[in-house]
């Protein structure tokens, strides 16, 4: 973990935040910026992140990375207890909301438009009560359906995820005609679910599940041709952030790279998925992809105010 003191406000880990002493406003969906695409920090609260000194301290360490990165830049923090990689094993409702609820509680009343990062719609149920303000279902409706219901009821916006099978399966399933439509008519099918549960078009996200039932090859044709996606009319998320299939691209001397040095890569893909009109792009290093959606706006609109370049720079 980087040291606390980097993000204003926080303090230290062991010690009440005292940000969180002066409540913020509730932020909206609504009232996110329209004029670029989105950065989405990921905040998974899972014991292997922030195992070290207890549960306070690991509440307080993640609710401190939260903050960093909101105070980074981040629009929203999609919070996690549950690893949902390939091969990762459930823990339960119980401990994963344990892990979530405290930090979401915090986040939002610092400010922070939450997203839950969750399969179990007990979970999804939870966190909007701790006022989380987006389902993020991993799953793509295929865990627990209740979802929909969820989803139909809370009107909160519903990130629909495309994936195939479960943690222990998806790898396995990976045969498709043509990936990029054979993904969007499968996530047409969920999606005819949830409006049939009574969610409304725009609540609806769609996701093409990065890393999910996907090959390597199968990855890249789905940023490629995320066009096909967008067709379908809804806005789009793009979550490549150091996933196995960026690691591989970067192989040097027969390794792929560690995931700690897939953040640039992943900012050239936050760059190119802007540039095709990504909605929102879900990433762990937030700074480089913020910097990276400023560029992909700066190609299509007019320029803000900006500050003139330092003399002697090109
Ligand atoms: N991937 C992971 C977790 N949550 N949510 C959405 N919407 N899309 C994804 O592709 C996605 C996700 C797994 O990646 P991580 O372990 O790096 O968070």
Redesign the pocket.
């Known amino acids: 973990m980087d040291s606390l003191a980097a993000a204003p406000g926080t303090g230290p880990a062991t010690s009440p935040l005292p940000v969180l002493r002066k409540p913020r406003p509730a932020a909206k969906f609504a009232n996110l910026p329209t004029d670029r695409t989105l950065v989405m920090g ?1 905040l ?1 609260v899972t014991p292997d992140s922030f195992s070290d000194g207890g549960e306070h301290a690991a509440a307080d360490t993640a609710i401190a990375a939260g903050l960093r990165m909101f105070y980074g830049g981040a629009d929203i923090i ?1 919070v ?1 207890g549950e ?3 390939p091969g990762a094993v459930e823990v339960g409702v119980e401990e994963e909301q344990r892990r979530v609820l405290p930090v979401i509680q915090a986040l939002v009343k610092a400010g922070v438009l939450v997203s839950i ?1 969750t399969t179990h719609s007990a979970t999804a149920a939870a966190a909007l009560d701790a006022g989380a303000a987006i389902i ?1 279902d ?1 799953s793509g409706l295929t865990m627990e359906p209740e979802m929909a219901d969820l989803a139909a009821r809370s009107k909160v916006p519903y ?1 629909l ?1 495309h994936r195939r099978g479960d943690a222990g399966t998806m790898d396995s399933l990976t045969e498709y005609g043509n990936v990029a439509e054979d993904v969007a008519a499968e996530l047409a099918g969920v999606r005819d679910k949830l409006y049939a549960a009574g969610v409304a078009p725009e609540q609806i996200i769609l ?1 093409p ?4 039932a996907k090959n390597e090859e199968q990855n890249w044709e789905l940023l490629r041709r995320l066009d096909v996606l967008q067709a379908m009319g809804h806005k789009v ?1 793009v ?1 490549a ?3 196995r299939f960026i690691g591989s691209l970067l192989t040097e001397a027969g390794k792929a790279a560690p995931p700690a040095e897939r953040d640039a890569a992943t900012a050239a893909v936050t760059a190119i998925s802007a540039h095709r009109g990504a909605w929102a792009v ?1 990433v ?1 290093d937030v700074g480089p992809s913020l910097d990276a959606v400023k560029v992909a706006a700066r190609l299509t609109t007019a320029p803000a105010a900006a500050a003139p370049a330092a003399a002697g720079e090109n």
């Open positions: 990921i998974n999609d996690g690893s949902t990689r990062d993020n991993v990130i995820t996701d599940g990065l890393g999910f998320l979550a952030s150091r996933k879900r762990h």
